[in-house]
């Protein structure tokens, strides 16, 4: 059986997708089906950048279903001291069933997986962070239905939430309306792949009219921290306000991945209000990940 990676979300068709989704949404209803289905299985986790619900999510889920997890920063392995990127993935894949990698650029992700015997997740670069869009659509489906037929509106920097909404619009069938400023577009071959439905607008109240979901995210990335002020500056008038929501659809909802800014990118109003889903899209990376788990597990 050939090894199952989870780089982006097109690594899987929608039909595996959709079947994700409802496992998350069952095991989160019903506790009793955390079967010891990973019993005796144990997952790599090797971190570049810092995480909370990231690391929190993946042990916890390992633990509830019956496996361990190990946590590896590049300080305390030989991966910090110039051990190839190929070695380490044949040699860690000999003694561990699944690994998520978080680090900076997505071809250091992409070798890793090359080399690997067992499932490689994408836990975050620079370009997708798939397993947060997981627990997005999980959460849109639990209070609104399947988001097929949508409209999404992201507001703010075409970075890698952006960019895996873009695959997500292709694989879970909704639009996807961008608003941010010049300069800070998705990449254009990724554009270009979803140009039927996917579009850029400048104006982040021409992209939230009609949306049912209105989401966004930091404006500086990890990595981006000495560009903080010259990027609030280019993102005036892109923070999403209550007056901003009040033109999406009576009944849209608003997502951001988390940490927030409150009074940057999103009002604290916003942040805190009933149509905001924050924290259950935050409990959701537990959800959406233990399936995820078990999906690649079960399948390599």
């Known amino acids: 059986m050939a090894t199952r990676h989870f780089l982006t979300l097109l690594d899987l068709s929608p039909v595996e997708l959709h079947d994700i989704i409802h496992r998350a949404i069952a095991l989160k209803k019903s506790p009793a089906l955390r079967e010891e289905t990973?019993?005796?299985?144990?997952?790599?986790?090797?971190?570049?950048?810092?995480?909370?619900?990231?690391?929190?999510?993946?042990?916890?889920a390992m633990n509830q279903l019956g496996g361990s997890a190990l946590f590896l920063s590049p300080s305390d392995t030989q991966l910090g001291?110039?051990?190839?990127?190929?070695?380490?993935a044949k040699v860690l894949s000999r003694m561990v069933d699944v690994i998520t990698i978080r680090t900076f650029e997505h071809e250091k992700l992409e070798l890793f997986a090359r080399h690997?015997?067992?499932?490689?997740?994408?836990?975050?670069?620079?370009?997708?962070?798939?397993?947060?869009?997981?627990?997005?659509?999980?959460?849109?489906?639990?209070?609104?239905?399947?988001?097929?037929?949508?409209?999404?509106?992201?507001?703010?920097?075409?970075?890698?939430?952006?960019?895996?909404?873009?695959?997500?619009?292709?694989?879970?069938?909704?639009?996807?309306?961008i608003a941010c400023p010049e300069g800070f577009d998705p990449e254009d071959r990724i554009l270009q792949a979803n140009k039927d439905r996917v579009r850029i607008v400048r104006d982040p109240a021409t992209a939230v009219a009609g949306a049912s979901l209105v989401a966004?995210?930091?404006?500086?990335?990890?990595?981006?921290?000495?560009?903080?002020?010259?990027?609030?500056?280019?993102?005036?008038?892109?923070e999403v306000t209550p007056e901003l929501m009040s033109r999406a659809k009576s009944d849209a909802l608003f997502m951001h991945c988390l940490p927030a800014h409150r009074g940057e990118e999103v009002s604290a109003k916003v942040l805190d209000a009933e149509e905001s889903v924050v924290w259950d899209e935050a409990e959701n990376r537990l959800h959406a990940q233990k399936a995820l788990l078990e999906f690649l597990c079960a399948t390599s």
């Not at 001291?81 to 380490?88: A, Q």
């Not at 015997?117 to 489906?141: E, G, R, W, Y």
Request: glycine share 6%.
């Open 216 to 238: 966004t995210d930091v404006w500086a990335s990890m990595g981006q921290e000495e560009e903080r002020r010259l990027r609030i500056q280019k993102f005036t008038g892109y």
């Open 38 to 60: 990973l019993k005796n299985k144990t997952l790599a986790m090797i971190f570049e950048k810092s995480s909370t619900r990231t690391r929190v999510s993946f042990e916890v």
């Open 81 to 88: 001291r110039g051990e190839s990127i190929e070695d380490s």
């Open 116 to 177: 690997s015997k067992v499932p490689v997740i994408n836990s975050l670069t620079d370009d997708f962070h798939p397993c947060q869009l997981l627990a997005d659509m999980q959460t849109f489906f639990e209070h609104r239905g399947d988001i097929a037929g949508h409209t999404v509106a992201w507001v703010g920097d075409g970075h890698n939430m952006c960019q895996s909404y873009i695959n997500a619009a292709r694989q879970f069938d909704f639009e996807l309306v």
